[in-house]
Antibody, heavy 119, light 106 residues
Framework: QIQLVQSGAEVREPGASVKVSCQAS????????IHWVRQAPGQRLEWMGW????????KYLQKFQGRVTFTRDTSASTAYMELSSLKFEDTAVYFC????????????WGKGTTVTVSS | DIQMTQSPSTLSASVGDRVTITCRAS??????LAWYQQKPGKAPKFLIY???SLESGVPSRFSGSGSGTEFTLTISSLQPDDFATYYC?????????FGQGTEVEI
């Protein structure tokens, strides 16, 4: 079945970087974009941007510009989200989700990766 | 950025009740609205797209309506599995934005 499997929880100190992976299976990986969405404790979902798994094109939420990088490895059907210069307020669950297109946005989600920024 | 506002923030209901959640956009988004269900500690689940189209496999007791700036999600007869938080999301323009969520509680 179609699924997105994310890497495990991470703990980082302020100023460090974190890289989260999202491995896809069950569909033609390069045909769709992968979006990244985060959720801080008790907060609403926050869209961060996307990477097209085929072309590698990216789009980022302006507030993260310069601090976040999306990459992908087509041979491994895996997308990556790297966030640098971490702040305490980056503590959140980070989700990847597939954009099915044709007017159907985020139809399949990974289970989420908890990133904790703590000194 | 387009702001999405849901009401109410919390809704108390019983099994069998008809439940309606409202989502308002700060500017017109045509029909480019999705609804998700999220349970504690879980990823969101995709329910409805293009304001009123039901995703495959989602029970028919869920329905969506609206266009422009005002939208609703209706659960016709609330079931025990439906107690969760519901989010609307606009995808008319970037950045995509979500409502603050509506918690449906017993």
């Amino acid at each position: 079945q179609i699924q997105l499997v994310q890497s495990g929880a991470e703990v980082r100190e302020p100023g460090a970087s974190v890289k989260v992976s999202c491995q896809a299976s069950g569909y033609t990986y390069t045909s769709y974009a992968i979006h990244w969405v985060r959720q801080a404790p008790g907060q609403r979902l926050e869209w961060m941007g996307w990477i097209h798994a085929g072309s590698g094109d990216t789009k980022y939420l302006q507030k993260f510009q310069g601090r976040v990088t999306f990459t992908r490895d087509t041979s491994a059907s895996t997308a990556y989200m790297e966030l640098s210069s971490l702040k305490f307020e980056d503590t959140a669950v980070y989700f990847c989700a597939r954009d099915r297109g044709s007017g159907r946005p985020l139809d399949v989600w990974g289970k989420g990766t908890t990133v904790t920024v703590s000194s | 950025d387009i702001q999405m506002t849901q009401s109410p923030s919390t809704l108390s209901a019983s099994v069998g009740d008809r439940v309606t959640i409202t989502c308002r956009a700060s500017q017109s988004i045509s029909i480019w609205l999705a609804w998700y269900q999220q349970k504690p500690g879980k990823a969101p689940k995709f329910l409805i797209y293009k304001a009123s189209s039901l995703e495959s496999g989602v029970p028919s007791r869920f329905s969506g309506s609206g266009s422009g700036t005002e939208f609703t999600l209706t659960i016709s007869s609330l079931q025990p599995d439906d107690f969760a938080t519901y989010y609307c999301q606009q995808y008319n323009s970037y950045p995509w934005t979500f409502g603050q969520g509506t918690e449906v509680e017993i």
